[in-house]
């Protein structure tokens, strides 16, 4: 999940199981789009939804370098702002109304550090013991959290917080690893960079079993990011002729693309039980905007 601003040893004994060649590829999907952008706001990136149809994402006010976190609900936005800091980004939602994201800091020593926002009032703080930064980009309906935190060595692990204990996440021969989401029984989604610099999506059960997910024909990297009860995904690939990404929904096997109409680029981030997806798309002029695809 690669999050765009101005200014990713395992605990889990995998099981690995290869996806890629010989999967279903199937056309984009008659689906409903929706642009999704902030008032006052020069680009927006939608980053989480909910099963109420809540979405949360971030935004760029006009004629500055500051991000503002946003919560979409019944047509309302609502701004969430980390006062003292430069920027706030809200990225995910539970189904509770507690949304998790990071704060990038003043401090060049700790560049991010995490959160937990709920009824207009921060609840928690988030940050990886002895991290240099910490990032989140999923919850689920327990509250547990899944993100990125950056050691001292600078290497990207990700992470899962729960019930106050922080437990690291890394793919075993991966040069760094991201977790995007989790869902109810616990299950992980992410994406994790190999010795060569490519990129995957990767799966990890609650029982340790590991699915690497790559979209088939795309050399370029494939990026998995939230996860719904059903352990279907939201990602997108970089195809072969182009540095455009284009998104996709994964299901059991299944890649169905996401394109959103006129777009020079499609990145889904979130998705909840209903399959409804959110995430940001390029336009021919080059700006981010958010969308939400229904199907």
Not at 19 to 30: I, M, S, T
Not at 273 to 281: R, T
């Amino acid at each position: 999940m690669k999050l765009v601003s101005k200014s990713h040893r395992t605990l889990f004994s995998a099981t690995l199981v290869l996806l890629g060649l010989g999967l279903a590829v199937l056309p984009a999907a008659a689906a409903t789009y929706q642009e999704i952008s902030a008032p006052n706001s020069d680009q927006t990136w939608a980053s989480g939804i909910n099963n109420l149809g809540q979405v949360v994402g971030y935004y760029e006010i006009p004629g500055t370098n500051v991000i503002e976190g946003f919560l979409l609900s019944g047509g309302v936005y609502t701004n969430i702002i980390f006062s003292g800091e430069p920027n706030t980004f809200a990225i995910a939602i539970n189904d509770s109304g507690l949304i998790a994201g990071f704060v990038q800091t003043q401090n060049i020593g700790t560049p991010y550090f995490g959160f937990t926002y709920q009824n207009g009032g921060f609840k928690s703080m988030i940050k990886f013991p002895a991290a240099k930064s910490t990032q989140p980009f999923g919850i689920n309906n327990a509250g547990q959290v899944v993100g990125a935190y950056v050691d001292l060595k600078n290497v990207s692990h990700g992470f899962l917080f729960s019930a106050g204990t922080y437990k690291s996440i890394d793919i075993a021969n991966a040069k760094a690893t991201m977790a995007a989401g989790i869902n109810k029984a616990g299950d992980i989604s992410g994406t994790y960079v190999d010795q060569s610099n490519q990129e995957h999506g990767f799966l990890l059960h609650k029982n340790g079993t590991l699915t690497v997910i790559n979209y088939r024909g795309a050399p370029n990297g494939t990026v998995v990011g939230g996860i719904n009860d059903k352990d279907q995904l939201a990602g997108y690939f970089t195809p072969p002729t182009t540095d455009q990404s284009t998104g996709f929904e994964y299901s059991g096997g299944t890649f169905t693309t996401i394109l959103y109409p006129g777009a020079v680029s499609t990145q889904p981030f979130g998705i909840n039980n209903s399959q409804v997806v959110v995430g940001a798309w390029v336009t021919p002029q080059g700006n981010f905007e958010g969308f939400m695809e229904t199907p």
